[in-house]
T-cell receptor
Framework: NAGVTQTPKFQVLKTGQSMTLQCAQD?????MSWYRQDPGMGLRLIHY???????DQGEVPNGYNVSRSTTEDFPLRLLSAAPSQTSVYFC???????????????FGPGTRLTVL | AQSVTQLGSHVSVSEGALVLLRCNYS??????LFWYVQYPNQGLQLLLK??????LVKGINGFEAEFKKSETSFHLTKPSAHMSDAAEYFC????????????FGSGTRLQVQP
């Protein structure tokens, strides 16, 4: 049971380039989410999904797209990278078929992205 | 809407001393509260969570936290700090309404001096 996995671990992009951050979980969790972590700001929610085919915006969605075609995978796309998107990105998932607020959320190891 | 405030971005204690990390929350509905720990270059790991069953919650590695509704607080404590406790700690809140996502505080970096 690998839990939540993310690839790549590190990435350097030039302004305007696009890329996809991969996230997968093998716990059959319905709820998945993406956060970005910036110094002194904690983690902020970018997008989330409550199941395959269902996604919604979080606090800071601009510049990012997501899709959820399977329960296991939840990729995050940067269409045109900007220096303001330099950050550490975490994917998370939690179980339960009812979206309660008590479920433990499991985090991946993170992707450190630098945009030049 | 919900929010979390962590007082003190950096806390330094001596090995063996009491650890106290402060967290205050704001929520218009009954909250669920979490403490996560992040070791350098790693993801977040759950320390403990409050889900309304008991106000004093015990977690891993000897940490505990007490939910105080009157003070809207959920402070994290450990009686005796170990060097291995040096990490960043995040308090988070979620609810059963809205996005049901975690809202995080800005984090507290704990240093443990020998």
């Amino acid at each position: 049971n690998a839990g939540v996995t993310q690839t790549p671990k590190f990435q350097v992009l030039k302004t305007g380039q696009s890329m996809t951050l991969q996230c997968a979980q093998d716990m059959n969790h319905e709820y998945m989410s993406w956060y970005r972590q910036d110094p002194g700001m904690g983690l902020r929610l970018i997008h989330y999904s409550v199941g395959a085919g269902i996604t919604d915006q979080g606090e800071v969605p601009n510049g990012y797209n997501v899709s959820r075609s399977t329960t296991e995978d939840f990729p995050l796309r940067l269409l045109s990278a900007a220096p303001s998107q330099t950050s550490v990105y975490f994917c998370a998932s939690r179980g339960g078929h009812q979206p309660t607020g008590t479920d433990t959320q499991y985090f991946g190891p993170g992707t450190r992205l630098t945009v030049l | 809407a919900q929010s979390v405030t962590q007082l003190g971005s950096h806390v330094s204690v001596s090995e063996g001393a009491l650890v106290l990390l402060r967290c205050n929350y704001s929520s218009s509905v009954p909250p669920y509260l979490f403490w996560y720990v992040q070791y350098p270059n790693q993801g977040l790991q759950l320390l403990l969570k409050y889900t309304s069953a008991a106000t004093l919650v015990k977690g891993i590695n000897g940490f505990e936290a007490e939910f105080k509704k009157s003070e809207t607080s959920f402070h994290l404590t450990k009686p005796s700090a170990h060097m291995s406790d040096a990490a960043e700690y995040f308090c988070a809140v979620s609810t059963d309404t809205g996005r049901r996502a975690l809202t995080f505080g800005s984090g507290t970096r704990l240093q443990v001096q020998p």
